[in-house]
């Protein structure tokens, strides 16, 4: 079973350089949206994800669109949440706990690891 398509675009000169102005404004905004919040969660100012969404959201909507605009900054929103939940797990010492450990590698049996020199693939 086919599980993707593949569409070719074809389109015009002028169609071609509306796409282009759609395609770079998109990632303009991504790209300022994103560093204003960096920008303020280093510098310990707290990321005020509302406001930065409000404000971006006025700027970019007559330019690429209402809906365009809200799934940018909806996408930037989800990473910084992803971002900031990491951060506090981190910081409270909860994201990384260390597996226990065993007394062998499996995948290397009882007798422990291979000694020996390797060559071509097996060991002597």
């Known amino acids: 079973m086919k599980r993707?398509?593949?569409v070719e675009l074809v389109v015009?000169?002028?169609?071609?350089?509306?796409?282009?102005?759609?395609?770079s404004l998109s990632s303009?905004?991504?790209?300022?949206?994103?560093?204003?919040?960096?920008?303020?969660?280093?510098?310990?100012r707290g990321v005020d994800l509302k406001a930065t969404y409000k404000?971006?959201?006025?700027?970019?909507?007559?330019?690429?669109?209402s809906a365009t605009t809200q799934q940018i900054l909806n996408k930037n929103n989800e990473g910084f949440n992803s971002h900031i939940g990491l951060?506090?797990?981190?910081?409270?010492?909860?994201?990384?706990?260390?597996?226990?450990?065993?007394?062998?590698?499996r995948?290397?049996?009882?007798?422990g690891p291979p000694?020996?020199?390797?060559i071509l693939g097996t060991w002597i």
Do not use: Q
Not at 28 to 44: D, G, H, M, Q, T
Not at 115 to 118: F, L, M, N, Y
């Open 55 to 65: 404000e971006y959201y006025e700027k970019y909507k007559a330019l690429i669109g």
């Open 115 to 118: 000694r020996g020199p390797h």
């Open 12 to 23: 015009d000169k002028s169609s071609e350089e509306r796409l282009k102005l759609l395609c």
């Open 87 to 105: 951060y506090n797990l981190m910081s409270s010492h909860h994201l990384f706990s260390p597996a226990p450990r065993s007394g062998s590698h």
């Open 4 to 6: 993707t398509s593949i």
């Open 28 to 44: 303009k905004l991504w790209n300022e949206v994103n560093y204003a919040r960096r920008r303020a969660f280093f510098e310990k």
């Open 107 to 111: 995948a290397w049996g009882r007798s």
